[in-house]
């Protein structure tokens, strides 16, 4: 069982179900100027030996006031902080979008100064990090052009970006994450020696399969590409799918199953 050693650790985790006897600590990390509630239902989905633990950012939700961090590397210094004294367990990042790159270089950082590395890197919705992007930078725009171009790129609901009001509300984290998103600088480093399992939607028109499955060359270890049904946001219209294959991996996992898979083709796994 664990004690709660630091005293940032529910600021920034949120966990609709604690399980103590975890098998595995799934870390959830959302999309541009989302809170932990976009992983809400998933224990209630997950095995129930799975711990879902979501991360809340600052300046969203339940820390609204506090300000949104616009660099990576000082955000996951401070995670990696608060989180390693709960990763006595075996654990695995979810991340989608900018949420995959704060993953991946999560889990760098706790390499890197605790020795540490996930069980699994699952991966949604975002661009291997050594390419460079193909969509024009938004972060450094004015106000009202910022959010049009969001919105553009199907960032933000029609409801929301006709609501002033709630605009105005989420305006600081979403230039926060995308500030974040659009200056990290990739460097070159060993390539992860735990699995990567990386999602892509089959109407995404932000990230290509090409630019998904470029993300093979960041493990030494197996790597599996699966297409789901849905646009850029699928983890909401093909959640249960998604969901059904990050449970398939890990239960291959932890009975012993796993084996390896060397295919790059779309929806393969190790069944």
Request: contains cysteine; glycine residues 4%; negative net charge.
């Amino acid at each position: 069982m664990v004690s709660e050693r630091h005293p940032d650790f529910h600021t920034w985790v949120i966990r609709a179900r604690p399980n103590p006897h975890a098998r595995l600590r799934l870390f959830c990390f959302p999309y541009s100027g989302k809170g932990a509630s976009l992983f809400h239902t998933w224990s209630q989905e997950l095995p129930p030996d799975i711990e879902v633990c979501a991360i809340e950012l600052p300046g969203r939700e339940s820390r609204f006031r506090e300000p949104p961090f616009t660099q990576l590397v000082p955000l996951v210094q401070e995670l990696a902080e608060v989180l390693h004294p709960y990763l006595d367990v075996p654990f695995a990042f979810f991340g989608h979008c900018v949420g995959s790159l704060i993953s991946f270089t999560l889990a760098r950082q706790l390499r890197r100064s605790y020795q540490v590395t996930p069980a699994f890197l699952f991966l949604a919705a975002h661009r291997a990090p050594q390419l460079p992007s193909r969509q024009i930078p938004l972060h450094a725009l004015p106000d009202s052009e910022f959010l049009e171009g969001v919105h553009c790129l199907n960032g933000i609901t029609e409801e929301t970006f006709q609501n002033s009001m709630l605009m105005q509300l989420v305006l600081p984290s979403l230039r926060a994450d995308f500030t974040l998103g659009e200056t990290y600088q990739y460097e070159e480093d060993e390539p992860f020696a735990c699995p990567l399992v990386v999602f892509g939607g089959r109407k995404d028109h932000l990230v290509s399969n090409e630019e998904l499955v470029a993300w093979h060359i960041q493990t030494r270890s197996d790597f599996t590409f699966h297409l789901l049904e849905g646009g850029h946001f699928f983890l909401h219209e093909s959640r249960q799918e998604l969901l059904s294959e990050i449970s398939k991996k890990i239960l291959y996992w932890s009975d012993g199953t796993l084996r390896p898979n060397q295919s790059l083709s779309p929806n393969t796994s190790w069944r």
